[in-house]
């Protein structure tokens, strides 16, 4: 690995969140679910049922490229999608029992892998958070 001083601080933000995520994606292939898939479930296991485009919005991602991890997850029982009572062109997106379950069982695994880098925690999530609210298109955040 080259010298990570000289790496500009994006570089190293997406090597290290890649290499979290796919330290995630190994301990998450016993639940038949990657990282991504559990953002969703952490999502609405806090905020309940959204519809499809609030959930896209809340995890910064295209509705078309959630649409597809959606798919995946109502196959494998985990989330139901209905239309949305209100407007019918919309759907609610909900997770299931068995959706909790792994919630639950993964909240262990989360704290594991977040001990990894706790010494440096709070700068590096404060740091995060600056750039989440710098460039997000959106301008979600507060």
């Not at 500009?8 to 330290?23: D, I, K, Q, S």
């Not at 029982?77 to 609610?92: A, E, I, K, N, P």
Request: no cysteine; hydrophobic share 45%; aromatic share 6%.
């Amino acid at each position: 690995m080259s010298n990570l001083d000289e790496w500009p601080t994006g570089r190293l933000m997406f090597t290290a969140a890649r290499l979290v995520e796919n330290a995630y994606n190994e301990e998450l292939a016993a639940y038949g679910i990657t990282y991504a898939a559990l953002t969703i479930l952490s999502v609405l296991a806090v905020r309940g049922a959204l519809s499809q485009n609030q959930l896209a919005t809340d995890l910064k991602v295209q509705s078309q490229t959630l649409g597809k991890m959606v798919d995946a997850l109502v196959r494998k029982g985990l989330v139901t999608r209905t239309r949305h009572w209100r407007d019918r062109r919309s759907h609610l997106v909900d997770i299931t029992p068995n959706g909790l379950n792994i919630v639950e069982d993964i909240a262990a695994l989360e704290e594991k892998l977040e001990q990894a880098g706790a010494a440096r925690e709070a700068t590096l999530r404060d740091h995060a958070q600056m750039l989440i609210r710098t460039f997000d298109r959106e301008r979600y955040i507060p």
